[in-house]
Every structure is written in C-alpha cells, then in structure tokens.
C-alpha cells in the first residue's frame, strides 16, 4: 500500500514568509510525528498527534511554529516569519498506533530552505 | 535533557569484514531502542529494534545488543556488502513519552568492495 507521503518535496522561501508543509500518513495509522533534520544529525522531534490532538509539541522550538491535524489523518506543520536556521529537512513518520510496540514508517521529507 | 551519543561518526570498511556501531543513552527508564538506516536522498527506514526486555536480537547479517546497566546498546552487521553503504541511526524511546523518540547523530558507513 501506500506509504507516508509529504508534499511539496523541496520548498525555497525567503527570510519572513510563511510556509506550509503537509503530510498524509498512512490509511488507518493514528499517530504521526514530526521531526527536523539538520544536514549531518538525526531526525530531532517536534511534534506528536494522536488522533486530532497533539499529545507533545514540547521539541517545537518555538511560537513560529504551529502543527495541526483536524481530521486524524493529514497534518500540516506551519512555520511563520522564517528564519535561514529553520532550514532543514522537515519528516513526518506515522504509526498505526502509539507505543513501541507499531513502528514508525517515514516520509520522503520537505526540504526547506531559507533564503 | 533526554541524549543519545553515537560513535563512530563514519566508518569504511571491506567488503566482507564487519561493522560496529555504538550507542549511548542518558535516560535510564528508555525502554524500546531502534535502529534506522538512511540511503543518500532517502527516508529513514526501521532494520532492526530491541526492546529493554532482551539483552539481543538478530536478524540474518544485522544483530543489535542491549546493555542497561551501562546504558549502551550497539548495531553488528557481519559480512557486509556495498549495499550496506548508508547512514544509520541509533534512538532510544523516552520513558512516558508516546514513542517519542530521540536519535544519535548518525553513523556513515562506507563498504569498500
């Protein structure tokens, strides 16, 4: 079937726009991610849904950034007045449920550059 | 807060030979420990996890061991090939967290044939 998918692939913006990055996790799958990563890190987390809520927004790094899921199913993660250190590779990863127990299954990531 | 340290940074080897990865954790009460393998353009994909239950698992070539007194688990691959080539990932699952979890800055490895 399919897999986690995340639009667009690659997105160039300049310093101060807003941007929207969107993921549609796996049919069926109830808990999505997202992380960030830095060219040369591993993935660092920002944020947890479960169902509609976020469960953990606590690695968001700041009040520029902004995720939603109102449906359960697609999320869109939501950056305001970009900064050139937001870019990154933005990955979402969803799991059929929580726990570790159900794996996490990645996207293909948003590459985010700031100009 | 909550770490994950991963040695080495990069590491080549031959064809044939093996290859270790290390991992270290601060949080004592992770109890799920998986490993990701990240090819060049690609998203991470899952090649073996350990829970904190066992102290090792394996599956064919890949073997991952757990050690929590010391707060270290590890990733063996044995008779490697250039398809092995790749970055991986250690992570650890914060206790209380839902699956939240927090990766070590990655292995590349390089398989020379």
């Known amino acids: 079937g399919a897999g986690v998918s995340q639009t667009p692939s690659n997105k160039v913006t300049e310093k101060g726009k807003y941007v929207e990055l969107r993921c549609d996790p796996i049919?069926?799958?109830?808990?999505l991610y997202w992380y960030r990563q830095s060219l040369g890190q591993g993935p660092e987390f920002l944020i947890y849904?479960?169902?509609?809520?976020?469960?953990?927004d606590s690695g968001l790094p700041n009040d520029r950034f902004f995720a939603v899921r109102p449906e359960g199913s697609v999320s869109t993660l939501k950056i305001q007045r970009t900064e050139r250190g937001d870019s990154a590779m933005y990955l979402c990863?969803?799991?059929?449920?929580?726990?570790?127990?159900?794996?996490?299954?990645f996207g293909p990531g948003t590459r985010l550059t700031v100009t | 807060g909550e770490n994950v340290e991963q040695h080495p940074s990069t590491l080549s080897v031959q064809e044939g030979d093996s290859a270790v990865i290390k991992c270290t954790y601060s949080?004592?009460?992770?109890?799920?420990f998986p490993w990701y393998k990240q090819e060049l353009g690609k998203r991470p994909q899952l090649i073996i996890d350990?829970?904190?239950?066992?102290g090792e698992k394996k599956d064919q070539r890949i073997a991952v061991t757990l050690n929590k007194t010391a707060k270290h688990f590890s990733l063996h691959i044995t008779e490697t090939q250039p398809e092995d080539s790749a970055v991986y990932f250690c992570?650890?699952?914060?206790?209380?967290?839902?699956?939240?979890?927090?990766f070590g800055a990655g292995t590349r490895l390089a398989v020379h044939p």
């Open positions: 990863a969803s799991s059929l449920l929580p726990g570790s127990s159900y794996e996490q299954y």
């Open positions: 049919s069926g799958h109830t808990a």
């Open positions: 849904f479960q169902g509609t809520g976020a469960a953990d």
């Open positions: 949080d004592s009460a992770s109890n799920y």
């Open positions: 350990i829970r904190s239950n066992v």
């Open positions: 992570a650890a699952r914060i206790s209380g967290g839902y699956n939240k979890l927090i």
